[in-house]
């Protein structure tokens, strides 16, 4: 077997060994957890991914070396005739042998690799969710524990309250009932205050609202009346203007109708007729 051969098949051999010792029952995630953070293992695993790709390229070049040879072993030969030469086919199938075994030794080597870095990332996964589920496990615990405590002080308060209703005289009683009748009126009154502030808050804002409505119609109005002041203005003289127009033409026509002789009071008759 020659050298790289070799080399591929020793390193199949400790893969075998390795993914055997991963799948120990015995040893917990969090142990194999506890060593992959370990000096020694943490110094390595920070050029784990360099050394993988690395394995994985030479192992990728064997398996292709491999398949080629199997593929030249297996085509027949042109130039011995094999069934007259038992020694050239005794040769021949050593080589394709060889070849067969060269192939299914470096694509199981390949596959192995891959195995053992899925192991190795599935285990470190199953180590971080079973501290988490440790850490849930007794944040529940502390909070049932709380709960519990709170109950009791809460059942210990009512019994005391309940002994101390019990010892009081009825004018004590009375009174007693009084203040928690008070106290349920001040929670009430409280309820009433807040729903009160809310209401008076909607209410401002509504006015606040209304008033920048308000401001903005009026500043708008006084726009429209400052635009439509001088049109007015302008169409009051162009109206006045018409108004001489037309006097001053019925006074011309009245007087050229008139005969020059006549009075003045005459022309004015007609005019205004």
Known sequence: MALQWTFVASFMYIEIAVVIILLLPFVSPGRWQKIFRSRLVSGVSAYSNIYFNV???????LFVDSIREVH????????VDLKHNPDAANLAMMKLFRAQRNFYISGFALFLW?????????????????????????QAESATEAA???MEEKDNSVN?????HEDLDPEEKNIAVKLDQTKEQLVKTKEELKKTKVDLETLKSQATSTNNEYDRLLKEHEKLQVSWTPCLLNRIWILMLLFVVIFLKVYS???????????TTEIFKICLS
């Open 55 to 61: 394995f994985i390229a030479i192992l990728l070049i």
């Open 148 to 150: 519990k405590r709170l």
């Open 72 to 79: 030249k072993y297996t085509a027949p030969t042109e130039e």
């Open 114 to 138: 891959f195995i053992i870095r899925r192991l190795l990332t599935l285990i470190n996964e199953e180590a971080k969710l079973a501290a988490q589920c440790q850490a849930y496990k007794k």
């Open 160 to 164: 005391k309250g309940k002994e101390d």
């Open 253 to 263: 026509d009245c007087f050229n109708n008139c005969s020059s002789d006549s009075d």
